[in-house]
């Protein structure tokens, strides 16, 4: 099941080490199957309020997302981000190609029964 890194940035200072960051993502994403699927851009909103970056990036599999984020080459360019930017980050799996939505109530259910 594919995973995805979502990253919800603000207050991006887009200088030197932002820079850097973005010219050697890339090369950290390759030996892990990761790709950009979002990187940012315009956000139309039809409901409530949005402001800052959404960056998402697809991965084969929860194992290859963790396995990325915790290499060394990662790690080094990291900092480059996180001194230069404030947000939210986390892996979310994604869904099969026949999800259907009443899928997730199968998944609510000993919730339910727990608080009823």
């Known amino acids: 099941m594919s ?4 990253g919800h940035l603000h207050d ?3 200088g030197p080490d932002i820079v850097e960051y973005l010219r050697r993502i890339d090369e950290t994403l ?3 199957g990761g790709r950009f ?7 139309t909103v039809m409901e409530g309020s949005w402001s800052g ?8 599999d929860k194992t290859s997302a963790r396995a990325w984020y915790d290499s060394p080459a990662y790690r080094k360019i990291l900092p480059l981000r996180t001194g230069n930017s404030r947000g939210d980050m986390f892996f979310i799996d994604g869904v099969s190609s026949d999800h259907k939505a009443a899928d997730i109530l199968t998944e609510l ?3 339910h029964q727990c608080l009823g």
């Open 3 to 6: 995973t995805y890194a979502i």
């Open 12 to 14: 991006v200072n887009v």
């Open 30 to 32: 390759a030996p892990f």
């Open 37 to 43: 699927i979002i990187h940012g851009g315009p956000a």
């Open 53 to 60: 970056d959404l960056i998402v990036i697809g991965f084969p």
């Open 109 to 111: 259910a000993p919730m």
